[in-house]
């Protein structure tokens, strides 16, 4: 069910790697479609603002704050919606009509959507046990594969290199250390 509400698109702002977008909602204009808006809270929404070339956008339905004169609600929609997140900023600091609804979504999966992470990929089984590609590279692959690499102190040594925390060589020709406090200027 979407619920329509009239609108002041106050702001959006950059917040880690997600847009947070704040709506307020005057006095008690529709107080119905607030107390629905409530119970989403919280959740995983879609939302749209008429007449946006953005269209429905998923967010995370932050939070809703209501005093005497107004409610404000955050939305956070991720940094990776940046085409959306510039068509939707042309309509800060107007008057839209926002139309909410419940996304189908958990959070979990808001926030691990198209997240692609290097590494190992696996399935996890309904029992808890992981089934990985047989094809991927192994840790024994990968030391054998380290063998051929040329050991950093062997190079050091045949290039005449120090360690960072060795000695330098010291020279007859080098001036004294001295305090700063005895230097004459």
């Known amino acids: 069910m979407k619920t329509q509400l009239n609108v002041f698109f106050k702001m959006m702002q950059k917040d880690d790697k997600k847009e947070v977008l704040k709506f307020e909602i005057k006095g008690t204009e529709d107080e119905a479609a607030e107390n629905e808006l409530f119970a989403l809270a919280g959740s995983i929404i879609v939302f749209d603002i008429a007449g946006c070339e953005a269209g429905e956008v998923t967010a995370e339905f932050m939070n809703m ?82 063998d051929n690499v040329a050991d950093l102190e062997t190079e050091r040594k045949k290039r005449g290199r120090k360690k960072k925390d060795e000695p330098a060589d010291t020279d007859d020709d080098a001036l004294p250390v001295v305090n700063e406090d005895e230097l004459p200027f």
């Open 65 to 146: 704050q209501r005093d005497s004169k107004k409610t404000v609600m955050k939305f956070a929609i991720k940094g990776d919606s940046e085409e959306k997140a510039q068509q939707l900023y042309r309509f800060a600091g107007r008057n839209v009509t926002l139309g909410v609804q419940p996304s189908q979504m958990s959070i979990d999966e808001f926030y691990s959507e198209n997240d692609d992470r290097e590494g190992i990929e696996y399935n996890v089984n309904p029992d808890g046990t992981v089934d990985v590609d047989e094809n991927q590279l192994t840790i024994d692959d990968a030391a054998a594969a380290a």
